[in-house]
């Protein structure tokens, strides 16, 4: 970071980076900062999460007789109501609700962006305070502005994608994105309530020495799979030197730690009972999303063989094998998984 960054805040980047388009409106600033203070909120909830976890405890109903929410439904409700209500967005697509959810008419007629999300990925981490995030992805709907927007406007590639970003909760809250000009990272500073810049641009390693994936599946994977985790392990008549094994089970979170130290994460497909299934992940609000800042900060996200941003969805809760992170360590994996 050079000197004169130091001390930026998120919505100041954003106005900055903004001047220079010059058919830029403003509904780009007005929906990061939208973005920036949910952030805030879930990120409050998320610090407090032991305490309404008591409170859930007394009963199973809340002040207004609903059922208490868990914490990714919450986050869902301050995502959604939050970005449909800025006017600027005909449609969010959250992995906590089976259809995408509209914009009402009233905040519809000038909406020419749509969102996918997931409001907090790695929530079951919640209850043993690991750290979670928020994913989001910024498209520009395909329908024409003023109509009502269908699970159609969300079928797009990747590469499509206006910006992509998370907030992560960790040992401190930071606002990760990428629109085109490389990757930023804004930190919380909770003492004055802004996001100020803490990684301008920044760049994968090339090659990392950390692999992160759930083990517990090795048996259920395609053979190139575990030839290549025999290859990270030093197993391997091509390797004898063992990388680190680091797995969070919060994406977000294992994305980051790659992000900033090199390395790969994966989550291969499995066969269970005879059917092969395209592994856990959803390409439109977890892949997708981190593919597009992984590859401005230089890396690699396949799905093994394809590139992830290539993948044209069929569906708006797809899911897809994933293996992202530092290139050297990505293209090895579509080198082990090609055999397979
Ligand atoms: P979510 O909490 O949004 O459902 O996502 C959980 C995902 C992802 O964050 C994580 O990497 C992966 O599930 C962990 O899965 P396993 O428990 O199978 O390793
Ligand atoms: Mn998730
Ligand atoms: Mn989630």
Not at 5 to 26: D, M, R, V, W
Not at 85 to 108: C, F, H, K, P, R
Not at 187 to 198: A, C, K, R, W
Not at 285 to 293: D, G, K, R, S, V
Request: proline share 3%; aromatic share 8%; charged share 25%.
């Amino acid at each position: 970071m050079v000197a004169e960054e130091i001390g930026t805040t998120l919505s100041q980047h954003i106005i900055k980076t903004q001047k220079n388009f010059p058919q830029a409106s403003g509904r780009f600033t007005r929906i990061f900062n939208e973005l920036a203070t949910c952030g805030k909120i879930i990120s409050s909830y998320v610090r407090r999460a032991g305490i309404i976890d008591i409170a859930g405890k007394r009963g199973t109903t809340n002040i207004q007789g609903e059922e208490q929410a868990k914490l990714d439904v919450i986050a869902h409700n301050i995502f959604v109501n939050r970005i449909l209500e800025t006017g600027l967005v005909a449609g969010v697509l959250s992995e906590e609700s089976d259809d995408i959810i509209e914009a009402e008419e009233e905040y519809s007629r000038n909406a020419n962006y749509i969102i996918a999300t997931d409001p907090l990925d790695g929530s079951s981490n919640i209850d043993v305070n690991v750290s979670v995030g928020t994913v989001f992805s910024l498209l520009r709907r395909k329908s024409p502005t003023g109509e009502r927007c269908s699970k159609d406007d969300f079928l797009q590639p990747g590469s499509k994608q206006i910006a992509a970003g998370y907030i992560l909760y960790g040992s401190s809250t930071i606002f990760t994105y990428a629109s085109g000009d490389g990757v930023f990272c804004f930190t919380l500073d909770p003492t004055v309530g802004e996001y100020l810049l803490s990684h301008s641009k920044l760049r994968i390693a090339e090659e990392g020495n950390i692999y992160s994936v759930n083990e517990g599946n090795r048996k259920f994977w395609d053979q190139g799979d575990q030839q290549l985790l025999d290859y990270f392990q030093g197993n391997h008549k091509d390797n004898d030197e063992p990388y680190t094994g680091r797995y969070i089970g919060s994406l977000v979170t294992d994305v980051h730690r790659n992000l900033l130290k090199g390395g790969i994460y994966l989550y291969p497909r499995t066969t269970k009972n005879g059917k092969k299934d395209h592994g856990k992940l959803r390409l439109l609000y977890e892949a997708n999303p981190l593919a597009f800042i992984i590859e401005q900060a230089g890396g690699v996200a396949t799905d093994g063989q394809r590139r992830i941003l290539d993948i044209m969805p069929q569906d708006i809760h797809q899911r897809v094998p994933l293996y992202i992170g530092s290139k050297r360590e990505v293209d090895l994996a579509g080198k082990f998984t090609k055999v397979s």
